[in-house]
Every structure is written in C-alpha cells, then in structure tokens.
C-alpha cells in the first residue's frame, strides 16, 4: 500500500506505533517497524540523552528499517534538556520524530537542518495548521477517542478526520480508536493517509509492559474510560480502576476549587509502577476507546 506517508517515511504499511511513556522502548518499535509500520521510541522515557542514545543504537541493532523517537513538549517544573535529546537524535541518524504537547517550533531548526521529518499530534484543525505553517511535515490528528489527552474540544474522529483533510496541505494520520483493518479503510476514506495506533499496540506480546496492563487493556470495552482533570483544562482519558474512581471522587468534591496538587500522586510518577511492575490500580494511565475492537473473545452483553 503506498500513500503520502509511506513515501514519506519510507514505510510499507501506513500505520505508526506512537510514542507512549515507558511502552516505547526498542523492542517494541523494532518490532513494529520489522512488520513494515513505523516504530517510536519514546524519548523522555529515557531519563537523560545519553540513555536516549544507548536506547536509540540497541532498536538499530534490532531493526534495518525506518524508526522515529517521539519528544514531548510539556511545562515541567524541571524542563528536560530537549537540546541534548535532539543531539542524541541526530548523531543517532534518526530521519523520523514525532513531536507532541505544546508547539515544537523553538527545537524545529537543529531537527530540520539534520533532514529530519517531523510528525505533530494535534487535536484540532486549528493546531493542525498552525503544525503546518511553523513546516511540520505531517500530523497526527488525534479524535476525542484517543487515550491521554484529547484537547478540550470533544471533537471525534468522524468529524475531525474530514475536517482536516478539508484544510491541511501536509499529509496527516488519523489517531484515536484505531485498531484494526477496519480503522485503516475509515481513516482513508476519510483523507487520512495512514493511522496511529496506541493502545493496540501496548496489548501486543512485543510490548515490554506487564502482563497485568495487557489484560486490564483486553478485559476493557469502550465504555471503560473515564475523562480525568477536566477541570484543570489537563483533560485525560484514563482507564477506569481503583485509582481513577479515586481521583473523580477528589475532583466530584473539590469542584471549581481543584488544584493539581489535590490529585498529583494519583496522576504523576506512576508509569514505572503502572508499566513495568504491573500495579494497575495505582492511578490514571492513559488507555484509548479501541480495546473493544480488537478483543473478540469477549460474549457479547445481553
């Protein structure tokens, strides 16, 4: 299958692994890239640049194929070193990034001059054009169906697929519930030139996460998230559990008056423990709408 992101990414099947906090290691984007889709690795997951580097040489080993690295721009009490990230990118000889959060353009030129491509996620038309004017390449355009966070719009994919192929120049993914076949031929027909897929892809027996997170995320339909921090304009589709119930109960009580301390140990620090040790109920993590369409085991409700 050819479209604009295969072409431009070098790819034989228009389908990205996203970048996603303590799944994205090599392993898991050597294997999707191996199978023709395009891998990222996740690059804050690496504590500091030099590990970025060591990550970025042990997916090389294990794939010769096209790879990205995702960076994500978010307000931090302690800003990470992007430049020294985007060093170890591109003494890495990686050609791909995806970039997330607020806008790249001030880390664009060092990315560009080394011919990087660079794919934004949005989750707005408007965001989407302003990705394009700044010479983002492509974007992933995130459906209110997405897990973590989907704008403040409420916007679903059946509206804001369309919309962007109506406005954009760049070639852009469709992101957010994508799961299947079935997701690809939507996505198409709806102008996308390829899709992102997420919470697939932590389910699969390549993602180095728990076992316990792949069944939470198998055992779950689409009606199974919840939308946390809305109040906090932060909003974040989570998976329900003992935790989230949780922080809505903290958010249900202090109303207008909540503050990201009331909830920050339900909600920060916890991937680690979450991904890696298996303590699913430990607080929100980010999980998307799909797990419904690519569970077929499951007996249908009467």
């Known amino acids: 299958m050819k479209t604009a992101i295969t072409e431009m990414f070098g790819i034989r099947h228009p389908i990205i692994q996203g970048g996603m906090h303590f799944v994205g290691f090599a392993q898991l984007a050597a294997a999707v890239s191996n199978a023709g889709g395009l891998g990222i690795i996740t690059g804050l997951t ?3 640049p030099e590990l970025l580097a060591k990550e970025i040489t042990r997916c090389r080993e294990m794939t010769d194929k096209p790879f990205g690295v995702n960076l994500t721009f978010l307000p931090a009490l302690k800003t990470p070193p992007y430049p020294e990230y985007i060093a170890a990118i591109v003494e890495g000889g990686v050609k791909i990034v995806e970039t997330a959060g607020r806008s790249p353009e001030q880390y664009l030129p060092p990315l560009k001059r080394a011919g990087i491509k660079i794919i934004h996620k949005c989750t707005s038309v408007r965001h989407s054009l ?59 027909a709806l102008g996308a030139a390829g899709m992102n897929m997420g ?3 932590i389910a699969t027996q390549e993602a180095p996460v728990h076992e ?10 689409e009606l199974d998230t919840r939308l946390i921090m809305r109040a906090l304009r932060n909003t974040e589709r989570v998976l329900n559990n003992a935790g989230v119930e949780q922080i809505i109960e903290i958010e249900r009580d202090k109303g207008a008056g909540l503050t990201f301390a009331d909830i920050q140990e339900r909600v920060g620090g916890l991937y680690p423990r979450i991904m890696l040790k298996g303590e699913v109920d430990a607080g929100a993590w980010s999980c998307g709408m799909s797990p419904a369409l690519f569970t077929t085991s499951r007996p249908s409700p009467n």
């Open 130 to 188: 302003k990705a394009e004017r700044i010479g983002c390449d492509a974007v992933s355009v995130d459906g209110f169906e997405c897990g973590g966070h989907p704008g403040e719009d409420d916007v679903p994919n059946m509206i804001l697929l369309p919309r962007a192929a109506d406005e954009l120049k760049i070639p852009f993914v469709a992101s957010g519930g994508m799961a299947d076949g079935r997701s690809l031929v939507a996505a198409l």
């Open 199 to 201: 919470t697939r892809f």
């Open 212 to 221: 316990k997170v792949k069944q939470a995320i198998v055992a779950a339909t």
């Open 46 to 48: 690496q504590k500091t």
